[in-house]
Structures are given as structure tokens and as C-alpha cells.
């Protein structure tokens, strides 16, 4: 019986001892590295009926989603609690913030010293596969310096009259009635519209599916588009574009 008992008992603690030197090490390292950095706390930490996994901030960041006002909530945040507070997302702590040099310091200043979240590249990954949205480190400035061109002042100056006419199904989208409508799908169709022109010379018209597609060079269907993209280009090559 005392043989079991330490048989279990054991690996239970080299894991908890693991966990703890893990924890440890991770707190040294960033204490290490908010000093040599002059970082400062953020100004005020959300206060948690649950310490231990913030599941009651978990879960209402979910209600507020599935109710559609993720960005209401989000905004009603950080009226709340300022522009930068920390939290956590089960057994993450979080950092939230609006601040313009808290960003332009994450996006472009020290841009090296920060990751994506594991969150993120196991989400994105499957979808997407290895590219601009899903790594750090070299491969994204590979992918970053392949689509750099498409972004150029000159090529920009090229596509807003293509733009133009995707807000103007956008517009006519909208109903006349009064009635109320959900912006946040008109908007994710007008950035897919755009965006398939964008980067393909094509795009998919979710905004006016009973029309036909018109590109630069000729006219096709939507469905011609299709079938050429998967016959030469193949499934992967948005993933390779994005790589």
C-alpha cells in the first residue's frame, strides 16, 4: 500500500516542482526584463470574482460575443478601467491596452520582442498554414516582404477605384427601411470583396452575389474563377502566397 502511495504520490510532486521552477523562471525573466525595459505596471488590474482562472472575465467577454457587442463590451472596458489594465484569460495573465505608444511599441519599435499567442497560431494554422498571420521571426518578414509590393504607394493609387465600387454595393446594402441591420457582416464581405481583388485580380462579390463578376482584363463567372483557381493554382497557394 505505501509502495502505490509513493508510486503516485512521486511524479505528482517532480510535476508540480516542475510547474513551480517554470513559473518562477518566467517571473524572473520578465521582472528582468521590465527593468532593463523601464516598464511599469499597468494602471489598474481588473478585479476577479475568480483569482485563480478569471473564468467570470472569460465568460463574459463570450456572452458579449455571442450577443453580438464584442466591441461594445471591449470599449466599455477600458472606459471602465483606462486605457491599459491587466487581466486573465484562464491561467494567462493579460495585459489590454488603446495606448498609442504601448502599440507602437508592440507593432513596430520592439517589434522582436513580442510573439503571437499560442491561441492565435493554433487557431489561424490550419486555416491559413504557415504565414503572415500565424508566425514570427523570419518567416513572417519572408511573408511580410512578399506581399510588401501589393502595398505600395503606386499599386494603392491603382485600387481605389476598385474600392469604390465594393463600398457602393456596401451602401446599397444597407436596408432603406429603417430597420436594423448587423454592420459586422456587411463589413466582413466588403473586406472579403476587396480583399479577392486585391491579391487576386478577382473578386468573389459577396456583397452582390445575382451579379456577375467583372475583373480588369475580361469578365468571368464566379464560378469560372473557381474552377481555374483550383485546376492551376490549387488550395495551398494562399497559404504559399502568405508564407
Known sequence: MLANLEFVVFPFALLVSYILFNRRKLYLSRRIFAKENSCKEPRCRVPLKDPLFGSDFVLKTIQNAKQFRYLEGTHERFQQYGSTFTAKHMTYPTIHTIEPANIKHVLATRFEDFKLSTFRVDALTPLFGKGIFSTDGNLWSHSRALLRPSFARHNMADH?????????????????????????????????????????????HTLCDKEKSTSIATEVSDSEFVDVYKRYVGFRTFSLLLM
Do not use: N, W, Y
Not at 459586422?184 to 485580380?201: H, I, V
Open 160 to 204: 481605389l477605384p476598385l474600392m469604390e465600387s465594393h463600398f457602393e454595393h456596401f451602401i446599397k446594402a444597407i436596408p432603406r427601411d429603417g430597420s436594423t441591420v448587423d454592420l459586422q457582416k456587411l463589413f466582413f464581405s466588403f473586406t472579403t470583396d476587396t480583399a479577392t481583388e486585391f491579391l487576386f485580380g478577382h473578386s468573389v
